[in-house]
Each structure stands twice: as structure tokens, then as C-alpha cells.
């Protein structure tokens, strides 16, 4: 069984940064690709970043592409999410998710992903 729990969520104005992490247990977490969701009130779960098992192939939703990175530190079992230049369009419920495929491609694809966190609210204000 694979836990995912996020953290760093919060209340920041715009044009500020926050950072997220998603620390996973058990040891299989280096072998698969990661990602970032984020659903915002009424609307659908929609992709945000992606990366390689190695962290050497990275993937962005158009909308974050510039302001936010993605990152792994795989002897620390934990994945990143820097986002900077915040927007209050970027207000949702952040969560983190494990490709259901080894060593998968950095997929888009919500359904790909069989392991969820809970979620991290972030609140960006005008």
C-alpha cells in the first residue's frame, strides 16, 4: 500500500510563491512516474505537472508552464511543487498522485494514476 500526504498549502496574495511537497511511504516511490492535480470549487480535477521516475523528464499543464516547477528527491521518497507568480485562477485543492505504470511516461491523463494524497488547499488572493 502506497500513502501519499501533501503539504504546504496556504493563504498567499498574488504574485506570491508557496511550495508543495507530497511525502510518500513505502519504497517503490522512485520507480514511477509523479504528479500534481488541482481541482478548484465546481470544476473537474485537471492536471498540473508531471515527472519521470528520474526526475529527468518533466511535463506542464500550458497554464502553469514558466511559473511553477516540479521536482523528486527519490531518497527522500518526496516530490515538489514550487509555484511562484501566483494567481488567484490558481485557488484549488493541490493533491498528489502515482502513475499506475513503472517507470510510465509523465502522463496528463487523470485516470492513469492510481495513488492519490488527501490534498493541500491553496488560496491565492487579489
Known amino acids: 500500500q502506497v500513502q501519499l500526504v501533501e503539504s504546504g498549502g496556504g493563504l498567499v496574495q498574488a504574485g506570491g510563491s508557496l511550495r508543495l511537497s507530497c511525502a510518500a511511504s513505502?519504497?517503490?516511490?522512485?520507480?514511477?512516474?509523479t504528479g500534481w492535480f488541482r481541482q478548484a470549487p465546481g470544476k473537474e480535477r485537471e492536471f498540473v505537472a508531471s515527472?519521470?521516475?528520474?526526475?529527468?523528464?518533466?511535463n506542464y499543464a500550458d497554464s502553469v508552464k514558466g511559473r511553477f516547477t516540479i521536482s523528486r528527491d527519490n531518497a527522500k521518497n518526496t516530490m515538489y511543487l514550487q509555484m511562484n507568480s501566483l494567481k488567484p485562477e490558481d485557488t484549488a485543492v493541490y493533491y498528489c498522485?502515482?502513475?499506475?505504470?513503472?517507470?510510465?511516461?509523465?502522463?496528463?491523463?487523470?485516470?492513469?494514476?492510481?495513488?492519490w494524497g488527501q490534498g493541500t488547499q491553496v488560496t491565492v488572493s487579489s
Open positions: 513505502g519504497r517503490t516511490f522512485g520507480s514511477y512516474t
Open positions: 515527472i519521470s521516475w528520474t526526475g529527468a523528464t518533466t
Open positions: 498522485a502515482r502513475h499506475r505504470q513503472r517507470a510510465g511516461v509523465p502522463s496528463t491523463k487523470t485516470y492513469e494514476y492510481d495513488y
